[in-house]
Each structure stands twice: as structure tokens, then as C-alpha cells.
């Protein structure tokens, strides 16, 4: 694993955890699998310390163990670290799909790595209560939350935890049977009364496969959409919720889908446009290049089938020539998407198929091929022993070798948005903290009827020259934060490449 992939890891480790922590990340990163005594040898961390953090890296899966005959050893995930950043992402696809109720629940989650339903009923229903409290709304209700966590696990978000994150549970089929929790204790656990929820030892956690699918999904059918139009996305939409009926959600290649079901599910819908044309849909997506579904079979009027493995590998293809034409410009990814559709081509029949000057073309090929987009291929012309060997390059695309390199630069941007939002925040420190003891004064202070001289006196504390100032600060954090999500996009999509190759 590279060093920036490290650095990223490490990053996110002493951004959620703490230094203590991300020492113990970054031994069990550079050193493999270790036992106990190793790795307190060579962080020089207390006993105690070095439990402590492993015990916080098991609880949110991070870490996982086997014991052997003499020891245990201990391995770290940096896959699943990555996943934390994509945490505002589950939270936001949750709050769509289930519910403000459901979004709060999850957080408490995703906060606590494993959580009773019971525990996290009532985290949620005081979270809602002091926010009902604040805005003047409604009080929140412990059977409509209870309501709210069966739909988490019905959607399959949430799934019950093993608690032990040993190698052998792995492959442990997911559990999602939820118990029955009695609501009354519930009220009573949130009154401070004693009370048992019939639950005590029964924990969740969230099932990051369900949320990968979905996204996967979300990027297909974002795509059809896209090249399309509304109506062709929401046919992509449920031709994967069938090929889900009849196939492993991983599979590369989906078993064939018979067209008189795709109607039916149709008709179902409020897409009057797309009833009208199914058929003609089907054929336009059918026959597009993309080949995201192929028609396998004539009988019942015809059978589909959804190929992701080739979505993907199309998708990484469009997405590496946008980063060429940003990069390089137009007739750089002119020249790479030349080379993609001859596969080897000669220096000469790139100058002359993509119609640019022989010196810019030139120029631009070894480019791409000092960028590492393109790779050269020495080959030599057989002839007559006593002649010479004539030798010729050919250019053409890896395109793994390409993908790789990309994720990479994927993991150095994030790592460097995620130093230059800690700086920004650490240099001004002062101010934002300033700010945070006026809102709450300020709060505080409206709670209990002040007047709105009080109030102007507050917010008085800062000068305008400050108030610019963080603005322009806070602006520039936001921004950081969108381009974060943004590069995490184009990282899923490229990984998602790699899973199916």
C-alpha cells in the first residue's frame, strides 16, 4: 500500500480518534498483523493505552483479530477507514429514503461504531426533544422512532453485530431478525426509571455492503439518466431492482430479466411516457455502446440482461477522459480516446487519425505518456537474418495501470483537502471559537427573554472586519468540504472498477 494512501488513513484515524489512536493505526498499517506485546514495544504507549485504542478500533470494525495457540493477533482495515468518509453521504441517503427520524438514528450509529435498538431509540428521542424543545415543536414519539429503526433494518442498513470481529465471522451471513423491544421500558428508561427493553444484549451496526450497492446503483442509473433522459433512468431503476429478485448483488453479469416482468413493473409506475415506449427504451439502451444491459433471449417477447461489470468498465473509461481533458485539454483526450478505440496505434497514425498539427500532436502523446496515461510498447519487425531489425513503438492504454494511479491521486487530494481544512481551522481557532461563545450567549440569552439591545451588544463583540474575515474562512471550509465529496464520487466509482476487474 502506498505512502499517501497511509497518510490519508492516518489522517482520518486522528480526526475521529485522536493521536493515540492513529499511533496504534499507523504500526498495525506499516507492520501487518501484530500481537499485543509488539505493538506496545514499538509505540511506547502504556499497556493500557495500547487496549484501550485497539478495544475503540474493534468497536467501529476497523480492526479485526485471531487467536492462535500462543497469542492473538490484531489487523488493521484501511478499506473501512476510508468508508468514514463517506459518512455524511449514508446519513444524507437515509434522510431521502427513511425519514429525519431514521437519519438521527443512523448518526447515533455511525457515532458509537455498535449500539443496543433500545440505546439508540432513546439517543435519538432526547436529540429530538432538545431540538423540538429549542424550535418550539412537537415532542417526538418512542413508537414512531421504534417504527423508524425497523425500516433501518428492513432497508437493511443496520444489521445485528457479533461483537467479536474475528477473521471466522467474515464470511458470518448478515442477521437482521430484530427483537421485541417493549416500548414501555423504553419510557421509563427515558423518565431515569429502571427498566429492562428485552434488548440489553442485542447490538447493531451499520451494513456498509447495503450502502455500497445503493450508491453503485445511484451511479448507474445516474449515468442512463444522463445520456438518456428521465424516463430511461427510471427503467435502469427497476431492471435493477428485478435483477435483485434473481440474482447475487455482486454478480458481474445479471440473470436474464423476461420482459413481460420489466412490463409489468412499469405499469406500476407514473411514467406515462415510458409505458408508451417501452420497448423502444429498451432497444435505444440496448444498442447504446455504454452496453449496460444486452437482450440474451427472444422468447416472451425477450429477456434482459444487466452487464456491471462492463458498466463500470465503460464508466471508468468516460471518467478518465474527463480527467484528460481537464488536465491536458480537448485534443489531448482526443488523442487518448484515439488510442483507446485502435488499442495500439504508431506515433505517425496519431498525428494523422486525430487531425492535429504533427509538433502539437507529438507533444501532447508524450504528454500523456510521461503523465503515465498512455504506456509504449517496443515491438520489432521480423526479416532476413542479415538484415537489421527494424524497431516501432506502439502507444496504448493500461487501462488497470491508469485506474490504479488515479485512485491514487483520489487518495493525495483528499489527504490534502482534509491538512488545508485543519489548517484553516487551527490558524483561526481564536475567531471561530469567539463566534461559538456568542451563538451560545446569544442562545442562551433568547431562552430567557432578552431584549434586543442585549442581543445587538452581542453580536457588537465582533468587529466587521472579523465577521469578513471568518466568512471568508467558513467559505473557504465549505468549499473544501464540497470538493471532499466530490473527489470521494470519482474514488467509489474508480474502486467500483476494480472490484468488478
Not at 162 to 174: G, R, W, Y
Not at 184 to 211: C, M, S
Not at 450 to 475: G, W
Amino acid at each position: 500500500m502506498s505512502l499517501i494512501y497511509s497518510k490519508l488513513c492516518s489522517t482520518i484515524l486522528v480526526e475521529h480518534f485522536g493521536p493515540i489512536v492513529q499511533r496504534v493505526g499507523n504500526d498495525l498499517f506499516i507492520h501487518g498483523s501484530r500481537s499485543l506485546h509488539l505493538i506496545r514495544q514499538s509505540t511506547r504507549l502504556p499497556l493500557v493505552k495500547v487496549k484501550e485504542s485497539l478495544c475503540t478500533l474493534i468497536k467501529y470494525g476497523l480492526v479485526n483479530y485471531y487467536q492462535n495457540e500462543t497469542r492473538t493477533e490484531y489487523t488493521l482495515l484501511p478499506d473501512k477507514i476510508i468508508l468514514m468518509l463517506r459518512y455524511p453521504r449514508y446519513m444524507f441517503f437515509v434522510k431521502n429514503v427513511c425519514g429525519d427520524q431514521s437519519e438521527i438514528m443512523l448518526e447515533e450509529v455511525l457515532k458509537n461504531g455498535s449500539l443496543t435498538a433500545s440505546q439508540t431509540i432513546i439517543n435519538a428521542y432526547k436529540k429530538i426533544q432538545h431540538s423540538s424543545n429549542a424550535c418550539g415543536n412537537m415532542q417526538p414519539s418512542v413508537s414512531s422512532l421504534k417504527d423508524n429503526f425497523d425500516l433501518l433494518v428492513k432497508n437493511q442498513f443496520l444489521m445485528r453485530d457479533l461483537c467479536t470481529n474475528t477473521k471466522s465471522d467474515i464470511d458470518e451471513k448478515p442477521n437482521f431478525d430484530m427483537p421485541q423491544i417493549n416500548l414501555k421500558a423504553l419510557e421509563n428508561l427515558i423518565q431515569g426509571k429502571e427498566d429492562d427493553p428485552n434488548d440489553t444484549k442485542i447490538y447493531w451496526k451499520v451494513n456498509f455492503d447495503r450502502f455500497i450497492q445503493d450508491f453503485r446503483d445511484q451511479v448507474i442509473v445516474s449515468a442512463i439518466r444522463t445520456r438518456f433522459d428521465e424516463n430511461a433512468g427510471e427503467l435502469m431503476r427497476q431492471l435493477l431492482f428485478l435483477m435483485y429478485l434473481r440474482t447475487a448483488s455482486w454478480a458481474d453479469t445479471s440473470n436474464p430479466i423476461p420482459y413481460i416482468e420489466i412490463k409489468d413493473v412499469i405499469k406500476k409506475l407514473n411514467y406515462p411516457r415510458l409505458i408508451q415506449y417501452l420497448d423502444q427504451y429498451l432497444n435505444l439502451i440496448d444498442d447504446d455502446t455504454s452496453q449496460f444491459i444486452r437482450r440474451v433471449g427472444d422468447s416472451g417477447g425477450g429477456q434482459y440482461s444487466i452487464n456491471m461489470k462492463e458498466a463500470f468498465n465503460q464508466l471508468a473509461w468516460t471518467t478518465l477522459e474527463n480527467i484528460v481533458m481537464e488536465r491536458f485539454g480537448s485534443k489531448a483526450a482526443r488523442i487518448f480516446r484515439l488510442v483507446r478505440s485502435k488499442k495500439f496505434v504508431e506515433q505517425e497514425q496519431i498525428q494523422q487519425l486525430a487531425m492535429i498539427p504533427a509538433k502539437e500532436a507529438k507533444h501532447l502523446t508524450y504528454t500523456l505518456l510521461q503523465e503515465n496515461y498512455l504506456q509504449m510498447q517496443e515491438m520489432k519487425k521480423a526479416g532476413p537474418s542479415s538484415a537489421p531489425t527494424k524497431t516501432f513503438f506502439l502507444f496504448h492504454i493500461d487501462l488497470d495501470q491508469v485506474v490504479q494511479m488515479e485512485i491514487e491521486h483520489c487518495y493525495h487530494a483528499l489527504y490534502n483537502i482534509m491538512q488545508r481544512r485543519d489548517h484553516e481551522a487551527t490558524t483561526n481557532r481564536r475567531m471561530i471559537d469567539k463566534q461559538l461563545r456568542m451563538q451560545t450567549l446569544t442562545s442562551n440569552l433568547k431562552e430567557h427573554g432578552a431584549t434586543e439591545e442585549q442581543l445587538a451588544e452581542i453580536a457588537e463583540m465582533m468587529t466587521p472586519s472579523e465577521k469578513q474575515h471568518l466568512d471568508k474562512v467558513q467559505h473557504v471550509i465549505k468549499k473544501l468540504g464540497a470538493t471532499e465529496l466530490q473527489i470521494d464520487e470519482t474514488l467509489f466509482l474508480l474502486t467500483m472498477y476494480v472490484r468488478y476487474h
